[in-house]
């Protein structure tokens, strides 16, 4: 159904910076949220940043100001701006969408992608 393909994950020095890009394969669907979440060793699952299909942007307090967050749905992509990297950004960021089909409308709901590892450190 709607499969998400991640990339742009890395190691950076700290205050460095990266983008993570997140392409959703699907045809004929709506995407509501699109959005990142991520998890650092031995922590909870966390959102990073979420944007609605009127893209009003959302973001955890501790990405506020250094994160930012776009979408294209002409591409059903989202995007993930990340500047001023810190050590405690490190983890597992993964892209999550809230979709549903144009054509079948009991088709749809969360999908997630498999993950891409960012690493901070010096």
């Known amino acids: 159904q709607v499969q998400l393909e991640e990339s742009g994950g890395g190691s950076v020095q700290p205050g460095g910076s990266l983008r993570l890009s997140c392409a959703a394969s699907?045809?004929?669907?709506?995407?509501?949220?699109m959005g990142w979440y991520r998890q650092a060793p031995g922590k909870q699952h966390e959102l990073v940043a979420s944007i609605t299909i009127n893209s009003a942007p959302e973001y955890a307090d501790s990405v506020k100001g250094r994160f930012t967050i776009s979408r294209d749905d002409a591409k059903t992509s989202v995007y993930l701006q990340m500047d001023s990297l810190k050590p405690e950004d490190t983890a597992v960021y993964y892209c999550h969408v809230n979709g549903v089909s144009t054509v079948h409308a009991e088709i749809g709901g969360d999908y997630w992608g498999e993950g891409t590892l960012v690493t901070v450190s010096s």
């Open positions: 699907a045809s004929q669907f709506r995407f509501y949220t």
